[in-house]
Structure formats: structure tokens, C-alpha cells
């Protein structure tokens, strides 16, 4: 690997071509993510142009540059958003002192896994969606699939820098660890259990989008809040690609029940045997995948009570959601914060030294924030005059970390024996036969402006194309 041409092959406003000890390391490194990007990224697509955004400065004119491009030839940059000039710390212990801007030795450690963790997630969504290209709905969604797989890889390498530049050869070791776990993988897996769940089918990949890429945001927003100021300016950045994806998922789910309120109006029927047969997806499979999808993702924020949240806090390495807007204290000391457990045949509340349940308050704002999208949805349905509302599950249901871990709670939160869960399972999560006719529905449908029967076209197209407008040129 010689010659890149630093600030073209690699959009950066890091100063890369300046520094040397980080172009060593990026230059062993760029190989093994291309290689890695070829084995384990899009199935089948290193020859297709792909009408795609590429940020090459964090300017409003810089980061969201528009064209065709082969995807392994898609200049992954490393950008951060611009310095706050004398930035100081806001939360936490260090309270009013300036933001690092180097790692202190004793953070270090949860630093570093703080980053590793973060990383980790960005490649392992491209694996679990690296089949979904073959069965797209439309060129349009297969363009958006692609956009989301590319910007997961930018985020890896915005991870990657912050390894690279900040933790020396443990942070390069930590590098090359991001390409060799992979999603699902049974003897080196991703860190986090979400990431080891299959994307099987598009109703996944939406749910997907919106439920687990805006744990995405949630996390992103807690470190951008950073004392860590490189940290912090890396992921402020990330989160403007971050937006985009929760769109694809809010969007696809939105047409995908657009589809089918029209075909049930069309039918006059709300028979789930019907609809299938007429190949849409009913809603009570909607639900089911929406039940699966929101507990798996709350699961990410990790358990209620914890005090590695404590320390990350108080320490400054990550904040709450908005911390800046908060009026408190933004030390937390002496506060409480009520979470759930099963005590007897009920769920009840207990209070918890706040500090301690910023795991939890995290979940929290993240919940308030998934519900107004599912609201969004249910208004597709009351505008065709369908009754059926959907709705998130009960915090409780089919949770798998913290005090809740294992316990059976129904999706309104009734705490349910292993009979009564086991009867009705069902209707809850996907089952093995909802699982199948969504698989049964995914085919490949790549002419410009048709779309899959299951799916309603888009209101308008990326970037202001038109909607039948040639996303993807096949090779
Ligand atoms: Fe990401
Ligand atoms: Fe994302």
C-alpha cells in the first residue's frame, strides 16, 4: 500500500496527510477493511454504480456530495465537526475544567472500550444486511441499503481514527479486532447480542433502521456529550449520517403499512389469511416484528443498575441524552431514579441512586423518542380509516440484561407464568411461520420505479431525483 493520496483517497479534516504515525497505521489497516468489505460486506455488488452520498468536508456543501460510485471505491473520510473554541467540561467530577483533548491516563481503559463497543456495532450491521441486496424491493431501497452499508463502514473508520491516533498499539490491535469478530459469528462474535441477530428480510432491515439505529443515536448523542473532545466531535458528526438511516427505517415501515391498508380497503377485509394471500403483510405480523425489534434494541442500553455508568459518567466520558439542555446539576449526586423489577407475581418500581441508573435513563428518553415515530405510523392508518394501532411493548417484555433478564411479562406487562408465555409467544414475537412468509415475499425487484406488491413506492426520491430514477447501474 504506497502512494495514497491522503486528503483525495481519504476525505479527511484530520490533517492525515500532516501525520505520519497515523498514515502508518492507516495504511496497514486500509487494506484489511477493503478486504474485509469484499468477504463480508453487500453480497455481489463490487460492481455496481451506486447513486451515493459521500461526505467530503463537514461543510453544508462538504458533506453530502451526491454521484454514482463503485462501492469498494467509496472514499470512506474521517471527519469530525469543528472545535468549540476553550470547550469545558459540563458534567461530572471534572465539572468547569477544559475538555481533553488527549486521553488521561486513568480513563484510558473504559475509553477504550467505551470506542471498541461503539465500533464494533458499525460492521456488524453491514454483515447482518449483506444479503438484503439480493431480494431489494425496489432499486430505490436497494440504493438507501447501500448508503446505510457505506456510512456504517465511515463510522468504523471514525472509530478507527480515534484508535489509531489516541491509544497507540493497543488502539491498532483494537482496530484490526473491529474486522475479525463478525455478526453471528459462534466463536468470535460482535460484543453486543443485537448484533448477532440475523436481518433475514426488509421488514427486518426497517425495523432494524428505526429501532437499533436510533440506539445508534442515543449512544452517539451520550458521547458527543464527551470530555474526551475528539470523542466528542467524531461522533457529532456521525450523527448527521445517523438521521438517514432512521429515515429508511421510519419511511419503509411507513409504506409497507401504507401497502397494506390499501390492499385490506382494497379487500374490505382485515384477515390475516387474506392479506397474505394477496401478499401484503398484515399488521399483527407488523406488531410481532415491532415487539422483537424494541425489546432486542432496549436490551443494547445495557442493565438498569450498573456502575460502570456511574463511573463513565462522573468520570466525563459520556453524558446523558441533551445533557447541555438539562437543568440539574449535571453531577447527580443524591438523586434517585426509579426502575423496574419483578418482586412476587408483580412488576414494581424501586427507587436507585441516579448515577447508578443513567443505563436506564438512557432507555428512557430512548423509548419517548421510538413511540413518536410508532405515533407517526398509526397515523398512516387512521388517514385510511383502519382502527388497528400499533404500539411499542411494555419495557418489561422479552428483555434478556438487567433485573428483568429471563422474566416472562406480557407486551402490556403483565408478569406471565412459562404456560401462559409459551401459549401465546406467538402472538407476540415472529414466529418460525410469520418468519417465513416475509421471507416468502422478498424478491428481487431492480427495474427503475417498480416496486415489490408489498410495499407502497416512496413520496419522492433521494436528493430530489425522481422516484423511477436509475439508482443502481448493474454491471
Ligand atoms: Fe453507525
Ligand atoms: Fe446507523
Known amino acids: 500500500m504506497s502512494g495514497i493520496n491522503y486528503s483525495d483517497k481519504i476525505p479527511n479534516n484530520v490533517n492525515l496527510s500532516e501525520d505520519r504515525t497515523l498514515q502508518r497505521a492507516l495504511e496497514s489497516w486500509q487494506p484489511n477493511f477493503l478486504g474485509w468489505w469484499r468477504d463480508m460486506g453487500p453480497d455481489d455488488s463490487q460492481n455496481f454504480d451506486v447513486y451515493l452520498r459521500t461526505a467530503v468536508s463537514v461543510d453544508p456543501q462538504g458533506w453530502a456530495q451526491f454521484g454514482h460510485v463503485k462501492m469498494p471505491d467509496y472514499r470512506w473520510g474521517i471527519f469530525m465537526n469543528p472545535a468549540v473554541a476553550d470547550r469545558a467540561i459540563y458534567f461530572g467530577d471534572h465539572l468547569g475544567q477544559a475538555a481533553w483533548q488527549d486521553v488521561p491516563g486513568e480513563h484510558r481503559a473504559n475509553l477504550r472500550r467505551i470506542i471498541v463497543t461503539q465500533g464494533d456495532t458499525e460492521p456488524a450491521s453491514v454483515e447482518q444486511q449483506r444479503h438484503l441486496g439480493m431480494t431489494c424491493p425496489s432499486q430505490y431501497d436497494l440504493r438507501n441499503l447501500y448508503q446505510v452499508n457505506v456510512e456504517e463502514g465511515r463510522h468504523l473508520w471514525a472509530m478507527v481514527y480515534l484508535l489509531h491516533k489516541h491509544f497507540g498499539r493497543d488502539g491498532r490491535e483494537e482496530a484490526q479486532a473491529l474486522l475479525e469478530r463478525h455478526s453471528g459469528d459462534a466463536n468470535h462474535p460482535r460484543i453486543l447480542a443485537a448484533f448477532n441477530e440475523a436481518t433475514p428480510d426488509w421488514l427486518s432491515f426497517f425495523m432494524f433502521t428505526y429501532f437499533t439505529d436510533r440506539d445508534g443515536k442515543f449512544q452517539l448523542c451520550a458521547l458527543a456529550e464527551s470530555a474526551f473532545d475528539p470523542l466528542a466531535r467524531t461522533t457529532k458528526f456521525m450523527l448527521t449520517e445517523e438521521a438517514h438511516h432512521m429515515f429508511v427505517g421510519e419511511a419503509g415501515i411507513a409504506r409497507v403499512i401504507a401497502r397494506t391498508a390499501q390492499v385490506m380497503n382494497e379487500l374490505k377485509t382485515e384477515d390475516a389469511a387474506k392479506l397474505r394471500a394477496a401478499g401484503v403483510i398484515d399488521l399483527p405480523t407488523l406488531q410481532r416484528y415491532l415487539n422483537f425489534h424494541f425489546s432486542v434494541t432496549i436490551d443494547l442500553f445495557g442493565a438498569d443498575e450498573s456502575s460502570n455508568a456511574a463511573i463513565f459518567y462522573s468520570s466525563g466520558l459520556k453524558g446523558r441524552y441533551e445533557e447541555g439542555k438539562r437543568q440539574d446539576d449535571h453531577v447527580l449526586k443524591g438523586q434517585t431514579y426509579k426502575v423496574i423489577q419483578a418482586q412476587g407475581d408483580q412488576l414494581i418500581e424501586r427507587e436507585v441512586p441516579m448515577l447508578n441508573a443513567l443505563n436506564e435513563v438512557l432507555r428512557d428518553d430512548y423509548i419517548a423518542d421510538s413511540v413518536a415515530g410508532v405515533e407517526r405510523w398509526n397515523k398512516v392508518l387512521a388517514k ?56 416468502s415475499l422478498m424478491g428481487r425487484v431492480t427495474e427503475p420505479g417498480k416496486f415489490a406488491n408489498w410495499i407502497a413506492p416512496p413520496v419522492m426520491g433521494i436528493n430530489r431525483q425522481p422516484v423511477d430514477f436509475e439508482y443502481v447501474r448493474f454491471a
Open 384 to 439: 385510511a380509516g383502519i382502527a388497528f394501532r400499533l404500539k411499542v411493548p411494555h419495557k418489561a417484555f422479552h428483555r434478556n440484561i438487567g433485573a428483568l433478564a429471563g422474566i416472562k411479562v406480557s407486551p402490556t406487562g403483565e408478569l406471565v407464568s412459562e404456560v401462559e408465555w409459551n401459549a401465546h409467544v406467538d402472538q407476540w414475537l415472529p414466529s418460525a411461520s410469520d418468519r417465513a412468509y416475509v421471507a
